[in-house]
């Protein structure tokens, strides 16, 4: 069993259209609304690949019902802390040759919820047999900094494999606990570790060069924690860290995309899934590459079908 957690819950509103014009009225019949946040996608992927997951989060205001009765249309396990804090909406724009992504931030949660949801945590790691924790994406605000560190420690201490889709100083200071796999996207990495390669949201530096300071970092975290490093860059190519000397290079097959959003939580659950399935590191590592380019062809986000 899997235990995922994202403390950023979404409720993600699609809309199709043909083309827009941009600042006139564009209206479309085409629409859907899906539960979302990195980890539901992950967590939902999960559970296509026929994998029992269960998705730690927390909830609050009044679209919860809402965002629940989605979760179990989807049929996934979700357990969740009440933060008193309104979900919010993230919003997809499709076009012919365009993802537009609008992305609303979370409020801030209520003062309790940290350690309730604590108190939830610690009792699935009691009460359930899991194999692996996958957390994924940013937390809302008022959730203090040590949280996440924390709770990979205590699967660490359980014996529980840790795979983190996390940035910034929530994986720097997951890092002194080994996590087995690190996999934030290639920007994400060095704005975390060489934060002076990148400038204004883009690489600062030319892009060969970077990539250079970028294995240096991503060997010394494997020489000194053990984790080993995935580094995805959108649908060209993929880096990683599968020991202390060995950086490699994948380059993956283009797809025509219809909707991107959930590639790389859809890359997770299938990297995952082939772990658990007994797969090694590179065989792992595709079918984490197969699953993004299903989830790419359909409209839906977070879905291999």
């Not at 609304?33 to 205001?61: C, E, F, P, Y």
């Not at 609008?102 to 009792?123: C, F, H, I, M, P």
């Not at 014996?159 to 997951?174: A, F, N, R, T």
Request: aromatic share 8%.
């Amino acid at each position: 069993m899997i235990l995922t957690v994202c403390l950023n819950p979404t409720l993600q509103k699609t809309l199709c259209f043909s083309s827009v014009v941009p600042g006139t009225v564009n209206r479309t019949n085409v629409h859907r609304l899906d539960v979302s946040g990195k980890g539901i996608n992950v967590t939902r992927v999960l559970t296509q690949l026929g994998k029992k997951a269960v998705h730690l989060t927390q909830l609050g205001g009044v679209m919860s019902p809402l965002f629940l009765s989605l979760c179990e249309h989807d049929e996934l396990a979700v357990e969740w802390a009440e933060s008193k804090s309104q979900i919010r909406f993230c919003y997809t724009m499709l076009t012919e040759n365009e993802v537009t992504e609008l992305v609303e931030e979370s409020e801030s949660v209520d003062a309790g919820t940290e350690q309730r949801l604590l108190e939830k945590y610690n009792s699935l790691l009691v009460n359930h047999k899991f194999s692996c924790l996958i957390i994924s994406g940013t937390k809302a605000a008022g959730f203090s900094d040590e949280l996440i560190p924390l709770m990979v420690k205590k699967a660490k201490e359980k014996g529980v494999k840790v795979i983190l889709d996390i940035k910034g100083k929530d994986l720097i200071e997951s890092l002194q606990y080994s996590p087995d796999i690190i996999k934030p996207n290639l920007y994400e990495f060095a704005s975390t570790f060489a934060p002076q390669l990148v400038k204004d949201n883009e690489f600062a530096a030319d892009i060969s060069d970077a990539i250079e300071q970028i294995k240096f970092s991503a060997l010394d975290i494997y020489k000194k924690y053990g984790s080993r490093v995935i580094l995805t860059d959108g649908s060209r190519k993929l880096y990683a860290v599968e020991n202390g000397d060995n950086f490699f290079k994948v380059d993956i097959q283009p797809v025509k995309a219809v909707n991107t959003i959930g590639c790389g939580d859809a890359f997770t659950a299938g990297l995952a899934s082939a772990l658990e399935d007994g797969k090694n590191f590179r065989g792992a590592i595709t079918e984490g590459i197969r699953c993004g380019a299903l989830n790419a062809g359909l409209v839906k986000p977070g879905v291999v079908f």
